[in-house]
């Protein structure tokens, strides 16, 4: 026998004490019994909103994470609007848990999220539609947000190079590199010992290469 979950939601509090709770629950165990499914557990949101994202649902959610962790890829709702009343909630609500692999049945009308009205269609367009530009949107604000920080610093993004992370380096670098009037330079290789001996070193606590030293320069 295949199981399932049962979902319940009451919008107000003065339902709580009725009969929806009792209601929904006949409804869907009769549907469940029809189908030859097994309902492993029950979830509920009382007095909460029909227009509530389901991720602002307590319910909801703990419904989600049993699910993650268990057999049961169905979820029966009484009918559509025990699941969401706002029709964008309802639509999104469901193709969230379409990419998750599960299926949502409303017990009055079985079909009733697998129909394609014009309605349903055009709600799916501008969520989508809506997506795309809030993700648009944060991309430019990223872009222009990294050009007035180049702007401002010089630099925002990537990891600090070691003149940044340590000036001082730079200094000694410079100090070290340059020619003594009517003497040798010294080599790359003896700059990174006298660094070394000076107390700069790699993160790893090894002298610095004559390569790192050279773009340390630049």
């Known amino acids: 026998m295949k199981s399932c979950v049962g979902y319940i939601r009451i919008s107000s509090q003065t339902n ?3 009969d929806s709770i009792a209601r929904q ?3 869907i165990e009769t549907f469940a019994k029809r189908q ?3 309902i492993a557990r029950w979830f509920e949101d009382l007095a909460v909103s029909g ?7 307590k319910g909801f959610v703990e419904l989600l994470q049993y699910m993650n962790s268990n ?3 169905t979820i029966l709702v009484e009918n559509a609007s025990r699941f969401a009343r706002d029709l964008a909630v309802q639509i999104s609500g469901y193709e969230l848990l379409k990419q998750k692999g599960y299926e949502l049945i409303a017990c009055d009308c079985p079909t009733h999220f697998l129909e394609d009205t014009p309605t349903a269609t055009m709600v799916r367009n ?3 539609a809506v997506s795309q530009f809030e993700k648009a949107n944060l991309v430019e604000k990223l872009r222009v947000a990294r050009v007035r920080m180049r702007e401002e610093e010089g630099k925002c993004e990537g990891r600090k190079s070691l003149i940044e992370t340590n000036p001082k380096l730079l200094e000694e670098v410079k100090r070290l590199i340059r020619k003594p009037r009517g ?3 010294m080599s790359l290789r003896k700059v990174s010992a006298e660094l070394f001996r000076l107390g700069y070193k790699t993160s790893l606590g090894k002298p610095y290469s004559a390569t790192q030293i050279k773009r340390i320069n630049v």
């Open 25 to 27: 629950k006949q409804a």
């Open 71 to 73: 057999g049961a890829r």
């Open 16 to 18: 709580v004490d009725g």
């Open 51 to 57: 227009a509530d994202q389901l991720d602002q649902r």
């Open 183 to 185: 003497k040798k330079a």
């Open 126 to 128: 501008i969520l989508g």
């Open 36 to 38: 030859n499914l097994s």
